[in-house]
């Protein structure tokens, strides 16, 4: 039976997506029928994935790799691996193709109309090319679109089998495709002839994955590259999964990458902005950083009161979000008796502890205290959260103490899928991690579990429950995301003093040009600011939340996250909420937050060694006389305020009990206060 060219499409796109999907996870065993799948195309299920393929010295995506998936409503997403069988059985390959080329085609014009038409690849074989039927439906594709829109990627093999493959690549060329070889080793160089019909090279990952530890591969890999400069194309690396493969292709000439490292595919709304996708992400592998989901806690509990470097940092590592978009791999939480199945696969005892409102394993290493405080917290905090956002958590959360480092990797490793050097880096930096697509969150105690401070806990559950509002799809700015949870932990530690101090090195950091909401908006940007900031993007991104709620108010909040899960984008909801676009506010929000802080006050925060105050707001480095009065009592020093116009201090362990007056006066402000001890 003739193959018809929507089926040739689908199966391109499933080759291309098979070879990606084999570094992420093996292909799951799963009971599908053809009914299935036809309430697939009827639901609107299935979906296109986009990788990107990234500039490895400017840092822009330049263009993306269009690949299919399933959204399957039990089983999660799906890779063309677990359905395309099914698909050539049930006669939908045809529909199923029409339904790719349209997307992808779309796609690229609301790119387009976005201000940033970016290029989509499509991977093909010379047997297509060869059919009349798939050229016409490509020209016919290509009459709208802009010169090099499009990329068609074909196979070596392609040129050598079907002969009419290079007629029909010219034509493709004169239409205004851009010609790519795919797949290519050394022994696919080629010859004058055929470059002159291409635009680039797409060096095989077979040849990548050895590039960094095999002399014999570096030189065909340089040999490749001199080729492409001499015939005057460009040069991927197809499978750059770690950092010492993107630096010594790099090294050695090449210009764009593509792979797990830079990006695994991702869903369009998290390709913007566009042209400054960052290289080397935080993770490669099983690990999957997502605009849609939450923010790890660089150094613990730190980030509320300004964020100091994370513990241990591994050389390179650039903490990231701690919210990880992994494949389900198995129950949300596990039941009481699985407990010798979790003790087996992570090398760890746990005890379980049902709460009020969730499920609780604790590695048995986790002393009784911490875990009497845990349960606390994460009850309270539940509680807390659901009565704030208006909605219950659609399940019972999962949580997974680990008492050290060491086993909280193993746990990520060998329980959730990380890979483990990930799961090492991720140990070192983090106190926790939320998986939202199983219903998990994983704490790091030897990170955070300091002085009673579990407020972790809360910015975890905060990020859990914004997406299970916004929905496993949407993307939200990674700043937005951060910034809300990272509110929520200082409501829980309940500090004013740290809060103050955060606002004010958060204004300094925007005034000075190291900070901008701009680079920090997706998780490739946060995690390159975030690890030079030290950390303290966490107190930026507090801050612009919480300018958000002040403009649009708590309940605003809530109606952009459930427009967002109804197929807006952040943006859009955003703008029809707030009457302005979220670009304007990105660019207002120095200006918004001097005049919130211009303001000199002092705050202060109650402790068992007496009140904890500060100064704030005040000019940076400047003289301050502060006069504390009470009955029978006054005092009277100066001191001079940081760079971040704040000072510090304690009052009340050796005075009387009562009430007393704080002012400070500087350089044209004054602040007073009353406190009681």
Not at 70 to 99: K, N, Q, V
Not at 267 to 288: C, K, N, Q, S, Y
Not at 654 to 666: D, N, Q
Request: aromatic share 6%.
């Amino acid at each position: 039976m003739k193959r018809t060219s929507a089926r040739r499409v689908v199966e391109s796109v499933a080759r291309t997506d098979l070879r990606a999907g084999r570094s992420s996870r093996p292909t799951r065993r799963l009971v599908l029928q053809p009914a299935d799948l036809v309430k697939a195309v009827e639901r609107s299920e299935l979906i296109l994935h986009y990788q990107p393929i990234v500039d490895l010295r400017a840092g822009q995506c330049r263009r993306v790799e269009a690949l299919l998936r399933w959204r399957h409503p039990r089983f999660g997403l799906l890779l063309p691996a677990d359905f395309i069988g099914i698909a050539a059985t049930s006669g939908l390959l045809e529909p199923i193709g029409r339904w790719v080329i349209d997307a992808a085609k779309r796609r690229w014009q609301e790119w387009r109309d976005a201000g940033e038409p970016l290029g989509v690849s499509v991977n093909m074989s010379g047997a297509e090319l060869a059919a009349f039927a798939t050229i016409h439906e490509i020209l016919t594709v290509l009459r709208p679109l802009e010169a090099d829109a499009l990329t068609l990627e074909l196979p070596p093999a392609a040129f050598t089998e079907h002969p009419t493959v290079r007629v029909a690549a010219q034509r493709f060329a004169a239409a205004g495709a851009r010609i790519s070889l795919d797949d290519v080793v050394a022994a696919d160089a080629p010859g004058r002839s055929l470059a002159s019909q291409l635009d680039e090279i797409k060096i095989s990952r077979r040849l990548v994955a050895r590039v960094a530890t095999e002399p014999d591969a570096r030189i065909d890999f340089q040999a490749l590259v001199e080729l492409a400069r001499d015939f005057r194309l460009g040069i991927v690396a197809v499978g750059v999964e770690d950092r010492a493969t993107q630096e010594m292709v790099a090294s050695l000439g090449c210009d764009l990458a593509q792979g797990y490292w830079v990006s695994r595919p991702l869903v369009p709304d998290r390709l913007g902005p566009w042209r400054r996708w960052a290289v080397g992400v935080a993770f490669g592998g099983a690990v999957a950083l997502a605009a849609h989901v939450g923010g790890g806690k660089a150094a613990g509990a730190s980030a509320a009161g300004g964020g100091a470097s994370a513990p241990a940092q591994a050389p390179g590592f650039l903490p990231s979000f701690c919210c990880l978009d992994l494949p389900t791999l198995g129950p949300s939480a596990p039941s009481l008796s699985a407990l010798d199945t979790l003790a087996q696969r992570s090398g760890v005892t746990f005890a379980a502890q049902t709460t009020t409102r969730a499920e609780i394993f604790a590695e048995c290493a986790v002393s009784q205290d911490v875990l009497d405080r845990l349960v606390n917290a994460v009850d309270r905090d539940i509680a807390e959260l659901e009565t704030e956002y208006g909605r219950s958590f659609q399940r019972r959360p999962a949580i997974y103490a680990f008492a050290t480092r060491t086993t909280f990797a193993m746990g990520l490793q060998n329980l959730f899928g990380v890979r483990g050097p990930d799961a090492g880096l991720l140990a070192a930096a983090n106190g926790g991690i939320t998986l939202p697509r199983q219903g998990a969150i994983v704490l790091n105690l030897q990170n955070v579990a300091k002085d009673g401070d579990l407020s972790i806990v809360r910015h975890e559950l905060t990020h859990a429950l914004v997406h299970e509002i916004v929905g496993p799809e949407a993307s939200l700015p990674a700043w937005f995301d951060e910034g809300l949870a990272t509110l929520e932990e200082r409501a829980a530690a309940n500090d004013e003093v740290a809060s103050a101090r955060g606002s004010a090195i958060a204004l300094s950091l925007l005034v000075e040009g190291s900070a901008s909401l701009a680079d920090l908006a997706t998780p490739a940007e946060w995690a390159q600011r975030n690890a030079t900031l030290d950390g303290r993007a966490y107190t930026v991104a507090a801050e612009a939340a919480r300018l958000v709620e002040q403009r649009i108010g708590h309940d605003g909040v809530l109606r952009v996250l459930e427009a967002t899960r109804g197929g807006r984008t952040f943006g859009a909801a955003y703008a029809t909420e707030a009457g302005e676009s979220l670009g304007d506010f990105e660019r207002a929000f120095p200006a918004r937050l001097a005049a919130d802080q211009a303001q000199a006050r002092i705050v202060q925060t109650p402790g068992e060694d007496g009140v904890r105050w500060a100064l704030a707001g005040f000019t940076p480095g400047a003289p301050v006389t502060v006069t504390i009065e009470g009955t029978g009592y006054r005092l009277e020093y100066a001191v001079n305020v940081d760079r971040y116009g704040t000072y510090q201090a304690v009052f009340g362990s050796t005075a009387p009990h009562g009430e007393y007056t704080i002012r400070a006066s500087g350089p044209q402000l004054t602040a007073v206060a009353t406190i009681r001890t």
